[in-house]
């Protein structure tokens, strides 16, 4: 059993994919960090003057540090109306002048004695982004440092992450997906050659074992070759079956000779009325036997000879006659009226004088033995443009619904109906090597049953 | 050898009697026909090997040749090409179990006068030999035409028309007869003599069934036979009828 294979089209499309998704997710991350990053940055700024302006409004009066916190520096943060804002102020002391005392009260705020310090702190469990900026006071009662801090929710910031985000999530999409795209079609593209070869071998004659003639891609052509290398030893073998059948039958054309030769030998005068009945069944038998080893070897020869002769300008006129006289033996039933006529004294057609031949000798015996009574006429001539010879006999004919099935090139009817198949399966093989068919007129009740053998007129203009 | 005189003079040769080299190394094939050539009361020459076969040739005539194909020696066509080379005109007949048809044409082209593929059957043989031996016999070349009947008594064949038709030698012998006298009248003893010689008893019947199948078989053309009861037969073409 064959395990199922996926399709090489889903194949390359499911790893087209996970990679398309992969860089998909790395560029949406990527999108999402500098969106945060472009986010934070506006934001702190902000943020930072805020705490600017608020460390700016620090003074001292009557030696005592006070701060009024101008408006502005609220108006500032109120561009994120949705946020809340935490801040403290810190004297030299580092007592909690005002504000939070409780915000980010575990940090060290010497860092920020350089320059102003970010960080991400949660403060009554929201998330905020702290800034901590210092002012260096050198009024001698009071000189040292003090700080601000002030903090945001980041309910903003997310905002503006998600929305530039999302953007260019959106655009990454589109990008994927006209890549999917791109790659389904490019995919189809070159998967065809293959689907015009499968197609190729399937509109395939089975008799033809030629090479194929494809003009395919670099990467296919060892396949193609493969096949055709098949296709070569296959017809090698065919060629050799043929030649084999060909020799038995030739070898036992000998002893049955021999045995048509004691049959004929007995002295009919010594054998019992029993026995003489059996004598003529043998003798009958042997004659079928006898017909069917030549039909063999006349199948095996037009096959060859229709892969190795070329047609020639012959006149079908001369080879029905001659077919004819063949295939009528002199011992012929006394009551039946055979007769031959020609519609014009030559009629030229393309074809292999032996193996047309061959096609009408067969296809008169098979009238002979198995259809007239009383009547059998073989008639040349043209009808529709193309030659045609008719076999008619008075016989009980063949009927039309078993006309497909006699015309199948390598079919043979029931056994008992003797060697009509493969005298059939031989004018099949002529007809079709010739450009034609065999045909049927069907038998009614005032027109006898004919077979008719169509092929080609010779065409002077050929080249 | 009999004979038997036709009304405008020509002969019929019966064929009996005739001397006939059969060559043929299957002892089975050589034997069944040499006994059934006898019987018919021919003289047979049996030889197995191609190369005796063709010395005796060399000074010795026959009415009749048959040749095996396949022979220990000198095969058929050898032996054939040597007859034919010294310009005997002897009837050979050639049995060949070579596959290839190209055989057969292969032996006509080579001057043999009929060929038959083994294997065949021995009362085709026979007929054919009878064919072969009467072609021999008979000269006369000419062709007689009654109406759009045409019989060519070289090569024994009837036409109507265009269509050919197969007849019997006797039919043939019959047809011969009233055609070369058209309007006269054949009694049914005149006939008998022509097809059986003068001292062989015949069923008389068996001239009232050759003629209908005659006159079935040459159904359609411009002449007809007349049955004048208790007189004879007469051809009569149809356009002075």
Redesign the interface.
Known sequence: MIRHETSLFSRLALRVTLILSFGAALMISAAWYYGRSAANQTFDHLLLGAALQMAGSLSIEDGKLTASLPQSAFEMLGLAPEDRIFYRLIDTEGQTLTGYGDLAGYIDYTAARQKPVFLNDEYRGTPVRLVVVSRVLSDPPLSGWAYVLVAQTTAARSELTQEITGRAMLLVALMSALALAATILAVRYSLQPITALGEMISRRDPQDLTPLTLNAPKELRPFLGSINHFMERLDQRVVLLQRFI??A??QI??P???????I??LDEREVSPAGLQSVERIRTR??EL?RL??QL??H??VIHRASTVNLEKVDLVLIA?QA?RTA?????N??I???????QPQLWVAGD??SL??AIVNLISNALCHGSV?LLAVRVGVAEGRAQVEITDDGPGIPPEKWPLVVKRFMTTKASEGSTGLGFSIAVEVATAHGGEIGFREKLPDRCFSVLLTIPLWQEERD | MRMAVLPDGGSLLYGRGMRILLVED????G???R??LETTGHVIDWETDGQAAADILDFTDYDLVILDVMLPGLDGFGILKRIRASRKTMPVLILT??????DR?GALDLGADDYL????????LE??V??LLRRRGGDATNVIACGDLILDRQSRSVR?G?????L?RR?ITILEILASRPGRMFSKADLMDQLYGFDETVNSNAIELYVS?LR??I?GARVRIITHRGIGYQMVPDDTA
């Open positions: 060909a020799d039958a030739h054309r000998t049955l000779t021999a045995l048509s030769a004691q004929d030998m042997t004659n006898s080893t030549g070897l006349s095996a020869m006659r004819y009528i033996p002199i011992t012929v006394p009551d009226v055979v007769s031959f006529e020609a519609d004088v032996v031949r061959e009383a | 299957t002892r089975d094939v034997e069944a026909i006994r059934r179990a070579r596959s290839e048809v190209e044409v593929v083994k294997p065949f059957d021995f009362r085709e007929a054919r009878r064919v109507v265009n269509r050919e038709i197969q019997k039919e199948r079935k078989k159904e």
